[in-house]
């Protein structure tokens, strides 16, 4: 059974920091592209950042230069780190993991006010 299981979404005030996992299981972690995609009140899911299989990064405009995306292949977990955070970062933050079909995560509130 296929699980990915986010942590770390709290409450933070704008210019903050914080720092998402996603622990996955019950798939070949290595051989999968990972990333992270959100879904903000009233819009549609979107992409965040991804690291394919052989690390390759890409980023959302949005969020370049303020989040680093990583993984560890020998602890099955991939990491967001957001920085500078804005408001509008504001959203339920989904872990993916994809290679011949896709997986998701149930999702973490990033909530950034102050």
Excluded: H
Excluded at 36 to 61: C, H, M, T
Excluded at 87 to 102: F, L, M
């Amino acid at each position: 059974q296929v699980q990915l299981v986010e942590s770390g979404g709290n409450l933070v005030q704008p210019g903050g920091s914080l720092r998402l996992s996603c622990a996955a299981s019950g798939i070949n972690f290595s051989f999968n592209n990972m990333g992270w995609y959100r879904q903000a009140p009233g819009k549609e899911r979107e992409l965040v950042a991804v690291i394919s299989s052989g690390g390759r990064i890409n980023y959302a405009d949005s969020v370049k230069g303020r989040f680093t995306i990583s993984r560890d292949n020998a602890k099955n977990t991939v990491y967001l780190q957001m920085n500078s955070l804005k408001p509008e970062d504001t959203a339920v933050y989904y872990c993916y993991a994809g290679r011949y079909r896709d997986y998701w995560g149930k999702g973490t509130l990033v909530t950034v006010s102050s």
